[in-house]
């Protein structure tokens, strides 16, 4: 077994800490209070959510992805589904298939359990009133056995082209249920932002705002060095210091370091400076074909001020000093590189501070091309 896994949600023995914000969102789920949870991209929300609906008792957790959502029609099918595939007792069945009939329900076993599953079938065309239809189910389950619905993606729903209407129909059928607590979760900070900040915005201020943040320090590094233990590894503070170091504190990018360390080394190792070496080398070899292509996309001076973010880091880009490192001379022709970067997600702004949105690949630039 391996025992760090990355790019998918992890939870159970692979979920380190996070207990006071559990705490925190258990208190809000219990109250019936909205909540929206922001973060930077693979700092761990979704593994969060379903961590909480994992661990939470009294309240079952209804779970909807908005990735890449296509269409109202879609949001409503994953709605339903969502409603459908939550966790009931054996007893709630049968209202569920009526409370959903519109969506023509199709009941089947699941081969495992050998329990008996309810979907719908991909193809439903979804009426007018289907929206009535899922919040009508939604209450009614709710009066049986308490509820509460996390949508994760949530920006998502700006990439439907009627949105506007959409939001404003979502947020008047939730804000009428206020037995009912909405939990929602996104990535893309200026974009929930402009759900939950404008003050344009159906949603403004519709939902008590929680910051996941990195994993706490300490209790990361034991996590760290237990799962290496699993595998007779040891691995010291001073190198987790460095994984910690150049992935910034994001989980998802620590994990990747960790599993590419596991995979590179043996049973009975130390992890020493090498093996750590070893392991991002491997990640530059898996990432070798993206690098290139984003290298190959850019213009030369797009290349120049991109090194020189990696190099002297992203805080101070217009000032004199970067300038004369750098040998740069017009601030405009700067921002404007500045401003593709960004466009095409090769970086990001962070409380002031330039920041690349993949730290290997920063990396792999400083070790190729400083
Ligand atoms: N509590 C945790 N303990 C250990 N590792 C975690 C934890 N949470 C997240 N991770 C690591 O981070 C990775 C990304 O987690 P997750 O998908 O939950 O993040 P996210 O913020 O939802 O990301 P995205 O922005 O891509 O949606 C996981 O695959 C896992 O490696
Ligand atoms: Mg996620």
Known sequence: ????????????????????????????????????LHGERRIGKSSLVVEVIRRQKAVT?????????????????????????????????????????????????????????LSIDSKIKIEDNSIDAIFNSIVEINKKQRVS?????????????????????????IQYISDISFVYAGSIRSQMEQIFADI?????????????GPIEHDLLTEFI???????????????????????????????QVCEAIWSTSSHGDEITNDSFYKAVELIFSHENVVYQRIFGELTGFQLKVLKGVA???GREIYSNNFFEKNGFTNASSVKRAIDKLIKVKILFIYKKEYKFANPFFKLWLLKNYT
Request: aromatic share 10%.
């Open 1 to 36: 077994m391996i025992p760090f896994m990355y790019g998918t949600v992890v939870t159970k023995d692979f979920f380190c800490g996070r207990a006071e914000v559990i705490l925190r969102i258990n208190e809000l789920l219990l109250s019936s209070q909205n909540v929206v």
């Open 61 to 117: 957790g209804i779970y909807v992805d908005l990735m890449e959502v296509k269409s109202e029609e879609d949001l409503f099918q994953r709605l339903a589904r969502g409603v459908l595939a939550a966790k009931y007792k054996k007893s709630m069945f049968e209202l569920l298939g009526k409370t959903l009939t519109n969506f023509k329900p199709q009941i089947g076993i699941d081969p495992i359990t050998q329990l008996p599953t």
């Open 149 to 173: 619905v996390f949508v994760d993606e949530f920006q998502d729903v700006l990439k439907i082209k009627e949105h506007r209407p959409l939001l404003a129909k979502l947020r008047s059928k």
């Open 200 to 212: 344009d915005s159906p949603f403004f201020k519709s939902a008590i705002p929680i910051t996941v």
């Open 225 to 255: 060095k237990a799962r290496f233990k699993i595998g007779k590894r040891n691995i010291s503070e001073k190198i987790i210091e460095k994984i910690f170091t150049i992935t910034d504190m994001i989980t998802g990018d620590i994990q």
């Open 311 to 313: 190099q002297y880091g």
